[in-house]
């Protein structure tokens, strides 16, 4: 089935440790997003990707990077994870000028 | 700028009874509307949307949503509640012709009480 995959589902990181969440999606879909969610809030847009034009939320801090190497892949990269970066990440994809987003099933973060 | 604003944190419900979760907006032009679902630690899930048309929008499980554009709202809605419909609940818009963002409502946690 075509869909959107997080890896992994649960990741545990060491406070000032480089860390890279994955998402991978086989709906060819070329707009990609990342979002940032905390315990049952709402998610919160970090930034996204239409093609490989990368769009980055003005409030999106610099800790956090992309990467979106082709249309399939798209990569989260958090530089130096702080204790209140703990959240469930989120990785959705869209058609162009499509309607819906389709969300993968989140990877949770937790640092310790 | 666009939002929706879900003003309930939490709805209760006793299985077998309608339930309506709230949901308003603004946008600065004609909106796209979504609701989500979400399950402990899963992403969200599609439920229905309203693009055009119909004012009422049938979604999955049963779920529709109308369509007021008097008053700005686009209340989820649903028959006869179920225990496993318990989740919480998200509204989103998207604004036509902009920049692709879905900006999400604060969520609603429903609770369906056997």
């Known amino acids: 089935d075509a869909m959107v995959i997080q890896n992994p589902r649960y990741q545990v990181t060491q406070f000032g440790k480089p860390v890279t969440l994955s998402c991978s999606q086989t709906?060819?879909?070329?707009?990609m997003y990342w979002y940032q969610q905390k315990s049952s809030q709402a998610p919160k847009l970090l930034f996204h990707?239409?093609?490989?034009?990368?769009?980055n939320e003005a409030d999106t801090p610099d800790n956090f990077q992309s990467r979106r190497p082709n249309t399939s892949f798209c990569f989260l990269d958090i530089r130096s994870p702080g204790l209140g970066d703990a959240a469930m990440y989120l990785c959705?994809?869209?058609?162009?000028?499509?309607?819906?987003?389709?969300f993968g099933q989140g990877t949770r973060l937790t640092v310790v | 700028a666009q939002s929706v604003a879900q003003p309930e944190d939490q709805v209760n419900v006793a299985e077998g009874n309608p339930l309506t979760v709230k949901c308003t907006y603004s946008?600065?032009?004609?909106?796209?509307l979504f609701w989500y679902v979400q399950y402990p630690n899963r992403g969200l899930q599609f439920l229905l949307k309203?693009?055009?048309?119909?004012?009422l929008v049938k979604g999955s499980y049963g779920f529709e949503a109308e369509f007021n554009k008097s008053q700005t709202s686009f209340h989820l809605k649903k028959p006869s509640a179920l225990v496993s419909d318990s989740a919480l609940y998200f509204c989103?818009?998207?604004?036509?012709?902009?920049?692709?963002?879905?900006?999400f409502g604060t969520g609603t946690r429903l609770q369906v009480f056997p």
């Open positions: 990707y239409y093609d490989k034009d990368f769009n």
């Open positions: 959705a994809t869209s058609s162009q000028g499509g309607i819906e987003a389709f």
């Open positions: 309203y693009i055009t048309g119909d004012n």
């Open positions: 946008v600065s032009g004609n909106p796209y």
């Open positions: 709906l060819n879909h070329n707009v």
């Open positions: 989103a818009v998207r604004d036509k012709g902009g920049t692709d963002k879905l900006i």
